[in-house]
């Protein structure tokens, strides 16, 4: 986090109060309806909150608005803002947390155990448990209500995929703030599953977003490469876990200018692609 930022203390302030979070939470609930009949005007919106001095309800509301509420035609709707607070509580405290467990249909490549997937209260984890994490990814509390273990497996790979892309980009994917991609990464933390490649580091400059990624998982969303793994009739997961993931089809040279050059040998075919310091792609061929 650069010196700069700082986090508004008036949006701290804002939302530490009961009465306020019931506002916000009163206004999202009342989303579904305010397509057809608008939004609550301010005697039905302190009925519905339950507050019966109306000069306090007032000075809630006040501390509230046009960050977290805004007051249009006597009505009050809830800002983008607001509602992303709102989720963020919901989903985050999902009252009946459990820990489900499944193994994947992709191996540690050090001792050919399936991995297994685990979602714990705010994280998924792909791990083998005598080698580490292979991936992790914050899946919050709620979908364990809702969704099988599988769904959420697949969508996280799927995620990873548009998240590299992202990244690939200079977009942080949590934020969208500036991120940045940089090779190569020197030290991967014990804990994680260690690929025997070149590890880069994303990073965001303006969100908690820093993790090593391994160099040939940057391509996974490059067109060359989705177009290899095509012609092989392999998709996610294949392209991120197991004998024909990225990482485990692919050799990564490092070169003297900063960047890297990845030599991915998929049967027949051969892929070289060139990727610069930052991680973007310089040149590739296939040959
Ligand atoms: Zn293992
Ligand atoms: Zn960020």
């Given at each position: 986090m650069p010196p700069e930022y700082s986090v508004p203390n008036d949006a701290y302030a804002a939302l530490g109060d009961e009465t306020r979070l019931e506002i916000l939470f009163e206004l999202a609930d009342h989303y579904d309806e305010a397509w057809s009949s608008g939004w609550l005007s301010f005697s039905a919106l302190c009925e519905q909150v339950g507050v019966d001095d109306t000069s306090r309800f007032s000075y809630h509301l006040g501390k509230l608005q046009d960050q977290f509420v805004v007051k249009e035609r006597e009505q009050y709707r809830p800002t983008i803002a607001a509602l992303e607070v709102v989720t963020a509580i919901r989903a985050g405290t999902y009252d009946e947390t459990t820990t489900r467990e499944t193994t994947i249909d992709a191996s540690c490549p050090h001792c050919d155990q399936s991995l297994l997937a685990r979602h714990h209260e705010h994280m998924l984890t792909l791990s083998c448990?005598?080698?580490?994490?292979?991936m992790g990814y914050p899946v919050p509390p709620i979908a364990a209500a809702h969704h099988s273990l599988e769904t959420v497996v697949d969508l996280v790979l799927q995620q990873h995929a548009a998240h590299v892309e992202s990244l690939r980009r200079g977009?942080?994917?949590?934020?969208?703030g500036p991120a940045t991609l940089s090779l190569p990464y020197e030290t991967v933390p014990e804990f994680i599953l260690q690929y025997d490649t070149v590890y880069a580091t994303a990073a965001c400059e303006e969100c908690w977003m820093s993790y090593p990624l391994p160099v040939?998982?940057?391509?996974?969303?490059h067109s060359a490469v989705r177009a290899l793994y095509t012609a092989h009739d392999l998709e996610p997961p294949a392209t991120h876990l197991g004998s024909n993931s990225l990482v485990n089809l692919s050799d990564v040279d490092l070169l003297e200018d900063g960047g890297a050059r990845v030599t991915i040998s998929l049967e027949e075919a051969t892929l070289v692609v060139e990727l610069r310091g930052d991680g973007t792609v310089e040149q590739w061929h296939e040959c």
């Open positions: 448990s005598d080698h580490g994490v292979a977009v942080c994917p949590y934020c969208w040939p998982e940057l391509l996974v969303s």
